[in-house]
């Protein structure tokens, strides 16, 4: 065990590594000018150039990215160019806001397409499984964005049954966290189907209907355990994708949290915002696989011996 813990630690550090390379690469192969925007479009030439040598951007990519490898490792990812705000304190007063609306969504998700999964394995091929079927590829099919707004229009304008936006309580969490939950849920109900219909079809699920196990038992107990095995592994795969609709919808519905300093970082070239969202977002990435792997490793005790 402590050999494993040690070794997924290791390769998250080289994801984390890896993510600050591409990241800087990135950012400054980007044609427009951060030092401009950041002085302002009255700057004389003489000011910027000023201003480039007091924040280090004219040294050598190496030296820049040596420099920020080493306050990284003091804990120090820089200050806003924008607010003067330092990058940590912004990302931790806006990670809760995130943290909410994708844990919420998780479990809105795998509250509907367990029990979704199971029902249509059971009566597959009848109409309850076509109709899951059908509205699971349309659901899929549809844009975190687009979905955002419609319900946003007609369960929060229209009715009043939810905030429109903003952030002042777990009542603003619903919309969000369903907007992403409605698009996901299709998909992992089909691979519940999927995997149950095998599951159902093994021997020793045919060994217990024959000794007269109540079906409930089958299902739950004897069924649904294995059949979620490959759902975990799926989870922990999908958690750069969670992060990406968490962008779209967080700026649909003017939630303060990472998704919504991202786009505006972004939209103001500020370098260190840039780097410290990418990297904290990597960052909880791997956190949440690395807690996938070890949930994976509590169900199915045989995995832990690879």
């Known amino acids: ?22 990241t800087f690469l990135i950012v400054h192969a980007v044609p427009a000018d951060p030092v401009r925007v950041y002085a302002g479009a009255n700057a004389d030439a003489e000011t910027i150039e000023r201003i480039r040598a007091e924040m280090g951007f004219d040294d050598p990519l190496i030296v820049q990215y040596g420099r920020y490898i080493g306050n990284l490792l003091r804990g120090d990812l820089g200050t806003s160019l924008v607010t003067g705000e330092r990058v940590l304190d912004a990302l931790l007063a806006r990670f809760p806001v995130t943290l909410s609306l994708a844990l919420t969504a998780v479990c809105l998700w795998m509250l509907m397409s367990v029990p979704l999964g199971v029902l249509t394995a059971k009566y597959r091929g009848r109409a309850i499984d076509r109709t899951v079927l059908i509205v699971s590829l349309v659901a899929i099919s549809l844009p975190v ?19 429109v936006g903003g952030w002042a309580g777990w009542t603003h969490i619903i919309l969000p966290a369903a907007t992403l939950a409605l698009v ?21 699920v045919r060994v217990a209907r024959a000794k007269g196990i109540p079906e409930y038992v089958v299902l739950f107990k004897h069924g649904l355990r294995n059949a979620v095995i490959p759902v975990i592994t799926v989870l922990g795969l999908d958690m750069a994708a969670l992060m990406g609709g968490v962008v779209f919808t967080e700026n649909v519905f003017a939630l303060p949290g990472l998704g919504v300093l991202a786009l505006q970082s972004v939209f103001n070239l500020d370098v260190p915002m840039i780097m410290g969202v990418v990297l904290f977002s990597a960052a909880m990435v791997v956190c949440a696989n690395i807690v996938v792997d070890f949930l994976y490793m509590w169900i199915d005790p045989r995995v832990e011996g690879m």
């Open 1 to 22: 065990m402590l050999s494993r813990i040690l070794r997924r630690l290791g390769w998250a550090a080289v994801i984390l590594w890896g993510t600050t390379v591409i």
């Open 145 to 163: 964005f687009w979905l955002a707004r419609m319900l946003q229009y007609y369960l929060a304008y229209q009715t009043g049954l939810f905030p």
């Open 184 to 204: 996901i849920t299709g998909y992992y109900a089909r691979l519940v189907h999927t995997n149950m219909v095998e599951v159902l079809n093994a021997d020793y």
